[in-house]
């Protein structure tokens, strides 16, 4: 990775440089500074402590990414929306998780990044940026090295990363447009799901009714905050569990899985500063619901 000093920048320590314009992680800037890596201005090697001058070329070789042997390559089709060389972006279906677990250690979205990342000689490990549960559809941001698994993080800490999703919840909602501010924590009773507590975590969910009979509701949402089962947990705190649910007090009546989707993922590029947007079609089991009500 190469970066041409300019002159804004001129008289900074290079150490605020990483963290301040090329937003390295802390984890990063400890990786770049092992012996295994380089850090290079002009062709040598320096410190953190070097102060930059414009001008300068700084080129940063990091030591190989030990690659997760827990992850199995298998050519798994995955339905690629967009790739560059920092990101890609996968619409997910349904009923595939997105990494291996005890009870999953194939079949996952990871496996088959692991496959297409050998194919294609992408020496990384897999960076997942936007996990989504097993049962929830649609789009999934995937960072390709772990460079730029740096920077997304860095917009998600900045909530810079905008998620929305579509759900069919049951009932009708009496605020058709509200905000959930509820912090969310593990359930001590289970292994798997979380609850609205006061010692959880700060968890924010916005969302809007755009259609309604007088047994669901369909709505769309945004995050500001990512905690595993948000949606899910949120709406079943306020009474409206997601159609599918039954985990967190849903029916499986008229569908087998929650009917959650992530249908948009826009962001400014962390590198090329371009406006990003990408949307997905409701999966077609949400959509036979949405069609019908």
């Known amino acids: 990775m190469e970066w041409k000093i300019t002159k804004q920048y001129d008289g900074m320590m290079l150490r605020d440089y990483l963290f301040d314009v090329l937003h390295f992680s802390n984890r990063l800037v400890k990786k770049a500074k092992e012996t295994e890596s380089n850090i290079l ?6 410190t953190v402590r070097y102060i930059v001058k414009s001008g300068d070329i700084l080129t940063i070789e990091l030591k190989a990414e030990k690659i997760s042997d827990s992850i199995i390559p298998e050519n ?7 790739e ?17 677990s005890r009870l999953h250690q194939t079949g996952t979205i990871a496996n088959g990044l692991r496959y297409y990342y ?9 960076h997942i940026v ?44 009496a605020k058709k447009q509200d905000m959930i501010d509820e912090p969310i924590g593990r359930n001590p009773h289970s292994i798997i799901e979380r609850m609205v507590t006061r010692e959880g975590k700060k968890a924010i969910t916005r969302y809007e009714v755009v259609k309604e009979t007088k047994q669901f509701s369909v709505v769309e949402i945004e995050l500001e905050t990512g905690r595993t089962h948000q949606i899910r ?15 967190y007090g849903g029916s499986k009546k008229i569908i087998g899985r929650q009917a959650l989707h992530c249908s948009e993922i826009s962001f400014v590029h962390p590198v090329l500063k371009k406006e990003m947007r990408f949307s997905s ?11 019908s009500l």
């Open 233 to 247: 947990v949120h709406f079943s705190f306020i009474g409206h569990p997601l159609v599918g649910d039954d985990l």
């Open 281 to 291: 079609k409701l999966a077609s089991d949400i959509a036979m619901i949405f069609t």
């Open 118 to 126: 050998e194919k294609n000689n992408i020496p990384s490990t897999v």
């Open 76 to 82: 798994i089709p995955l339905q690629m929306v967009y």
């Open 130 to 173: 936007t996990r989504l549960d097993k049962d929830t559809s649609g789009l999934v941001l995937i960072a390709k090295h772990q460079y730029s698994h740096s920077l997304f993080s860095n917009l998600q800490r900045k909530n810079e990363l905008k998620r929305k999703y579509t759900a069919i919840v049951h009932g009708r909602l």
């Open 84 to 100: 560059d060389d920092f990101f890609m972006i996968i619409n997910k279906k349904a009923n595939m998780p997105t990494i291996p």
């Open 41 to 46: 201005v002009n062709g040598e090697r320096k």
